[in-house]
């Protein structure tokens, strides 16, 4: 499976941005996908993340409200709409993709993402 994060940029603070992730290869419509991010110094940290069918999704306390995370299998795209952003949400924002979820602690587990997509960069300005 390849991942391909896009739509970063730069933004001020209370704007809105949408990033993609284009899957590819076998089976890759059957993968729960997730989104990430890493800032500078920081560890990378889960964000959002969605089943393969779309039926669950899962949130970072501090996206919630403000991320929507969706997929649309025949197009084979993960998307993550960011409302309200914040100087704070300024990273690398990774797309990974997993083939178990069983509850919203599996997204914690770095080591058990099958896939990593390269990131694309989010900066907010005050």
């Known amino acids: 499976v390849q991942l391909q994060a896009s739509g970063g940029g730069l933004v001020q603070a209370g704007d809105s941005l949408s990033l993609s992730c284009a899957a590819s290869g076998r089976a890759s419509s059957t993968y729960a996908v997730g989104w990430y991010r890493q800032a500078p110094g920081e560890e990378r940290e889960f964000v959002a993340g969605?089943?393969?069918?779309?039926?669950?999704?899962y949130y970072a306390d501090g996206a919630k409200g403000r991320f929507t995370i969706s997929r649309d299998n025949a197009r084979n795209t993960v998307y993550l709409q960011m409302n309200s952003l914040e100087p704070e949400d300024t990273a690398v924002y990774y797309c990974?993709?997993?083939?178990?979820?069983?509850?919203?602690?599996?997204?914690?587990?770095?080591?058990?993402?099958?896939?990593w997509g390269k990131g694309t960069l989010v900066t907010v300005s005050s």
């Open positions: 990974a993709a997993v083939l178990v979820v069983q509850d919203g602690s599996s997204w914690l587990n770095l080591d058990g993402i099958d896939y």
């Open positions: 969605v089943t393969w069918r779309g039926r669950d999704t």
